[in-house]
Nanobody
């Protein structure tokens, strides 16, 4: 089966930085796209950033210029470098990946368990 395991969340002061990681493992044929979403209390889950296998990326307007998404295709891992963090960035961050599973050969969406990011003012 396929798993996504996130790491790197925590508590940081406003203006600080954090780096999130998400590693995919299991019966993976390919991973066309990987992304980070976040969900703050009482709010809907929103897309933060996404990256295709070739490296093209897109960002939510609220994080442009502060966050950078990258991936290591050899390690099936996606990263989110978060700089100049603001209290409004506080949320549970979820990794999402569109994975073509070996033997099935069609894309399925997988989610990580989430990692909490808290930015204090």
């Amino acid at each position: 089966q396929v798993r996504l395991v996130e790491s790197g969340g925590g508590l940081v002061q406003a203006g600080g930085s954090l780096r999130l990681s998400c590693a995919a493992s299991g019966s993976i044929f390919s991973i066309p796209a990987m992304a980070w979403y976040r969900q703050a209390p009482g709010k809907q889950r929103e897309l933060v950033a996404a990256i295709a296998s070739g490296g093209s990326a897109n960002y939510a307007d609220s994080v442009k210029g502060r966050f950078t998404i990258s991936r290591d295709n050899a390690k099936n891992t996606v990263y989110l470098e978060m700089n100049s963090l603001k209290p409004e960035d506080s949320a549970v961050y979820y990794c999402n990946a569109d994975i073509v599973v070996s033997g099935i050969l069609r894309g399925l969406a997988f989610w990580g368990q989430g990692t909490l990011v808290t930015v204090s003012s």
